[in-house]
């Protein structure tokens, strides 16, 4: 019971046993507004250990501790497979390549609060520009990437993610109805499939990217690569078929141009 305050009446032994319990009743009070509180799913009280005997102070710090540790693992699980579930809405279905690279890139520049990205895709040998999210201007403006040319050409080369913060001034801007700024940081993120380079995500930030941010970018990558050659093979498909008709009429036409002339 911490609803009580026991009268202290003299200096001897007992008044000091009744200021000691006093002040027992105090902490004790303090204690449970902030388990309360840490039960809310607050985790920002600052806990008062009164000394190295403080038992229940030492491990309510323990509790909060343990606890604010397991709610932040458990944000960035959701805040991961949310992602993934989203972008995987983004790539369902049959899907040219312009539009599903589009989709990927506006969905991803926004989840991962980027100022700036743009998609390339690997074809004969270059990577294209395909998709891009507020993407005004590159140093050099070629919309075409070579294999090692650029840190989009090196990342397809490595095969490997490179993030880069010393950001030239004419590299690339972002585009807004403000006007125009450069972001700080760039990551360049090469998606494969098969153990083959399909593209490159570049992304823009002001901030630092996080272990999170490449965590996201780690289980998505496989995903994209899948997607985006599934989208080359049908359209490469859809080529042949055409050109198989073509090559059809074509035959057809011969056939009745060969009927024509051997009835003449």
Same mark, same amino acid.
């Given at each position: 019971?911490?609803?009580?305050?026991?009268?202290?009446?003299?200096?001897?032994?007992?008044?000091?046993?009744?200021?000691?319990?006093?002040?027992?009743?105090?902490?004790?009070?303090?204690?449970?507004?902030?388990?309360? %509180?840490?039960?809310?799913?607050?985790?920002?009280?600052?806990?008062?250990?009164?000394?190295?005997?403080?038992?229940?102070? !030492?491990?309510?710090?323990?509790?909060?501790?343990?606890?604010?540790?397991?709610?932040?693992?458990?944000?960035?699980? %959701?805040?991961?497979? %949310?992602?993934?579930? +989203?972008?995987?809405?983004?790539?369902?279905?049959?899907?040219?390549?312009? +539009?599903?690279?589009?989709?990927?890139?506006?969905?991803?520049?926004?989840?991962?609060?980027?100022?700036?990205?743009?998609?390339?895709?690997?074809? #004969?040998?270059?990577?294209?520009?395909?998709?891009?999210?507020?993407?005004?201007?590159?140093?050099? !403006?070629?919309?075409?990437?070579?294999?090692?040319?650029?840190?989009?050409?090196?990342?397809?080369?490595?095969?490997?993610?490179?993030?880069?913060? !010393?950001?030239? +001034?004419?590299?690339?801007?972002?585009?807004?109805?403000?006007?125009?700024?450069?972001? #700080?940081?760039?990551?360049?993120?090469?998606?494969?499939?098969?153990?083959?380079?399909?593209?490159?995500?570049?992304?823009?930030?002001?901030?630092?990217?996080?272990?999170?941010?490449?965590?996201?970018?780690?289980?998505?990558? !496989?995903?994209?690569?899948?997607?985006?050659?599934?989208?080359?093979?049908?359209?490469?498909?859809?080529? &042949?078929?055409?050109?198989?008709?073509?090559?059809?009429?074509?035959?057809?036409?011969?056939?009745?141009? &060969?009927?024509?002339?051997? +009835?003449?």
């Amino acid at each position: 019971e911490i609803n009580l305050t026991v009268p202290v009446n003299s200096k001897d032994e007992i008044g000091e046993l009744a200021a000691s319990f006093n002040k027992l009743i105090t902490v004790s009070k303090e204690y449970v507004v902030i388990a309360d %509180t840490i039960a809310n799913g607050d985790y920002t009280p600052v806990i008062n250990v009164r000394s190295e005997s403080d038992m229940l102070g !030492n491990a309510l710090i323990n509790m909060k501790d343990n606890l604010l540790r397991l709610s932040k693992e458990n944000e960035t699980r %959701t805040w991961l497979m %949310t992602g993934n579930s +989203e972008m995987n809405d983004i790539m369902r279905g049959e899907k040219e390549v312009h +539009e599903l690279a589009q989709g990927i890139i506006s969905k991803l520049s926004s989840y991962l609060d980027a100022q700036v990205g743009a998609i390339y895709v690997a074809e #004969n040998g270059h990577l294209d520009l395909s998709g891009s999210y507020a993407f005004q201007q590159r140093k050099g !403006n070629s919309n075409r990437v070579q294999q090692g040319q650029g840190l989009v050409g090196q990342a397809a080369l490595e095969k490997k993610p490179i993030v880069f913060s !010393n950001i030239p +001034e004419d590299y690339v801007q972002v585009s807004s109805a403000l006007g125009s700024s450069k972001p #700080n940081n760039i990551i360049v993120y090469p998606f494969l499939f098969d153990g083959n380079v399909r593209g490159v995500i570049e992304l823009g930030t002001v901030r630092e990217f996080s272990r999170i941010d490449m965590q996201l970018l780690e289980v998505l990558s !496989n995903n994209i690569g899948i997607a985006f050659n599934s989208a080359q093979s049908r359209a490469k498909l859809k080529e &042949l078929l055409e050109e198989t008709q073509r090559q059809a009429e074509e035959l057809e036409a011969q056939q009745e141009e &060969l009927r024509q002339i051997n +009835e003449e």
